[in-house]
């Protein structure tokens, strides 16, 4: 204690300065309004650099945990996103199906990755195959209607024999009519075929929907083929020789689906044994 007021007195001088000059300062800044406003102004600019690199740090301090914050915002849109797209993409693949498919068939859906529309035998490559439950004499779709037949198989991979193709024989019919036909290319368009065997007793007008028959074992009755655009009279003049405008765009034609008839098998070999039938009396 004696050490302190040996201190203070010591300088005593010192203090009495600078205690007069506090004093000073709070009468100027207290009764002159100019000193006033600069020191209010002088201070809220210290105390704003001071909160300033206060907040500064903070944020600095809180950046992991924000880092962290938006990792997880990112993961979880990804993960959105994903399941987004397997919705879509299902939902595309579904859409392939054509509507009144009977139960007993079955699709399997196929991207084509090549294929040619300009050739008087064209084929299609689509990435499907015998790994995936595909044989060949299997109807192949597209979601607006017929586009050919499986003509030989691997593994991964599958050629299909498409309408257009001079080779290529499907049985048709007029809708709502029991009047069927067969479909023939003739390499004048990608868009069209032709319809024979339509007999002229039948009632044909242009805008009639040609569809499958159902009469072989490869397609069901009732997928849509094409419309009739032009109505002329084949070679022997006992039938009708139909322009068939196509719903299946070839030129464009991506995403396809391969029929899986499950009473196919069946359905052949009864016909084998009932054609193996000696009926000769």
């Not at 004696?2 to 300088?11: H, M, T």
């Not at 006033?36 to 944020?59: L, M, P, Q």
């Not at 007793?201 to 083929?225: C, L, Q, R």
């Not at 032009?230 to 765009?249: A, F, K």
């Amino acid at each position: 204690m004696r050490a302190l007021i040996d201190l203070l007195l010591q300088y005593k001088h010192w203090l009495v300065f600078i205690l007069l000059e506090i004093v000073s300062l709070l009468l100027l800044f207290s009764y002159n309004g100019y000193q006033k406003s600069v020191y209010f102004t002088t201070a809220n600019d210290v105390v704003g650099v001071f909160y300033s690199a206060t907040s500064s740090v903070s944020s600095y301090l809180n950046l992991q945990t924000e880092n962290k914050m938006l990792e997880e915002d990112n993961q979880r849109l990804m993960r959105e996103n994903y399941q987004l797209k397997q919705r879509i993409a299902e939902a595309k693949l579904d859409s392939l199906k054509p509507k009144g498919l009977p139960p007993y068939y079955n699709i399997v859906n196929a991207q084509v990755v090549k294929s040619t529309v300009h050739k008087a035998n064209n084929l299609i490559t689509i990435n499907k195959g015998e790994s995936d439950g595909i044989k060949p004499e299997m109807g192949v779709i597209s979601s607006h209607g017929v586009v050919g037949i499986v003509y030989m198989t691997s593994s991964h991979y599958s050629i299909v024999m498409p309408l257009l193709n001079k080779h290529s024989m499907v049985s048709c019919r007029l809708k709502g009519t029991e009047h069927f036909g067969t479909l023939n290319w003739q390499r004048e368009s990608p868009y069209q075929t032709y319809s024979t065997g339509i007999p002229r007793h039948a009632k044909v007008k242009k805008g009639d929907v040609m569809e499958t028959n159902g009469y072989s074992a490869i397609f069901p009755p009732g997928i849509p083929i094409g419309v009739v655009s032009n109505i002329g009279d084949s070679s022997d003049g006992m039938s009708y020789l139909l322009t068939v405008n196509l719903y299946t765009d070839f030129t464009t034609l991506r995403e396809v689906s391969v029929i899986t008839d499950y009473i196919q098998a069946e359905r052949i070999e009864l016909e084998e044994k009932a054609d193996s039938l000696n009926t000769e009396s």
